[in-house]
C-alpha cells in the first residue's frame, strides 16, 4: 500500500490551511514537513510553532523530516508541537542510536534518513528498531531538484536487508517524484513517496496526488 506524501515545504505559505484541505480531499492522510537550520543544509524553513498551528487544522499524519544539527534538542519539541513521526540524518547524528531511541520514547515513530552518498551499510546496527528509513533521492535543501536513479537501487538494499532479517520499517523516499518515476520507485519497494513540487506546483494539487497514487499502484503490482 503505497501513500503520497505532499511535502509542504511547496505549498503556499501564507496558504498552508487551504493548501492541506484540498489534498486532504484527494484522499492524503501523511503530510511531509521539512525543517532546515541553514546549518546541516543550507537553507531555512519552519519550526515548532508551524507544526502546532498545522495540529490544530489537520487530522493528518504529520511526518516532520528533520535537516539540523541539533536533532536532541529539537525532536522532542516537535512531538510536543505534534509530529507524529519525525526522522533524523544519519550525517547528522554522532549518537544515532541514542536519537532514535529518544523520539521512540517520547512518543513518535523513529525515521532515519540517508543522503544520496551515505551507504544503506551505514544503518546496519539500527534497521533492527526503527519505525521507517528515508532515502534521499535529492541532496536536501531545496525542493524542485531532479531524482537521483542511484535511489531505487538503495530501496532494493534495503527491501533485501528487510526480508532476510524479517523487521518491518517502512521505506520513504524523498526528492524529485513525479507521475513518471513513481512506478519504478514502488516497484522497487518504497511504501510513503514524499512529493513536493510535482503536488503543489501542479495547478490542480489534487488531481497530481491521485496521478502519482496511480502510477505508484500500478507500480507496486508488477
Ligand atoms: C528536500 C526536502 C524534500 C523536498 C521535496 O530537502 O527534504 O522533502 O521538499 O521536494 P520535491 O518533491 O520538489 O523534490
Ligand atoms: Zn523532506
Known amino acids: 500500500m503505497v501513500e503520497i506524501l505532499p511535502s509542504l515545504l511547496a505549498a503556499d505559505f501564507a496558504r498552508l490551511g487551504e493548501e492541506i484541505a484540498r489534498v486532504e480531499q484527494a484522499g492524503v492522510s501523511m503530510l511531509h514537513v521539512d525543517v532546515m537550520d541553514g546549518h546541516f543544509v ?3 524553513t519552519m519550526g515548532p510553532p508551524v507544526v502546532k498551528s498545522l495540529r490544530k487544522i489537520t487530522k493528518a499524519h ?5 535537516m539540523i544539527t541539533d536533532a536532541d534538542r529539537f525532536a522532542p519539541v516537535f512531538i510536543e508541537a505534534g509530529a507524529d513521526s519525525v526522522s533524523v540524518h544519519q550525517e547528522a547524528c554522532p549518537h544515532l542510536d541514542r536519537t532514535l531511541r529518544l523520539i521512540q520514547a517520547e512518543g513518535a515513530l523513529a525515521g532515519v ?3 544520496p552518498a551515505t551507504p544503506v551499510a551505514t544503518l546496519d546496527e539500527v534497521l ?3 519505525d521507517f528509513v528515508l532515502i534521499m533521492s535529492v541532496n536536501p535543501g531545496f525542493g524542485g531538484q531532479r531524482f537521483l536513479p542511484g535511489s531505487l537501487r538503495k530501496i532494493e538494499q534495503l527491501v533485501e536487508r528487510r526480508t532476510r532479517q524479517g523487521l518491518g520499517f517502512k521505506i520513504e523516499i524523498d526528492g524529485g517524484v513525479v507521475v513518471e518515476n513513481a512506478a519504478a520507485i514502488a516497484r522497487a519497494g518504497a511504501e510513503w513517496l514524499v512529493a513536493g513540487s510535482s503536488v503543489f506546483g501542479a495547478s ?3 488531481a497530481a496526488v491521485r496521478s502519482l497514487r496511480q502510477a505508484a499502484s500500478v507500480g507496486s503490482l508488477v
Open 62 to 66: 504529520l511526518d516532520v523530516h528533520l
Open 128 to 130: 533492527d528498531f526503527v
Open 113 to 115: 534518513v540517508l543522503n
Open 204 to 206: 490542480d494539487s489534487g
Open 42 to 44: 543550507p537553507n531555512l
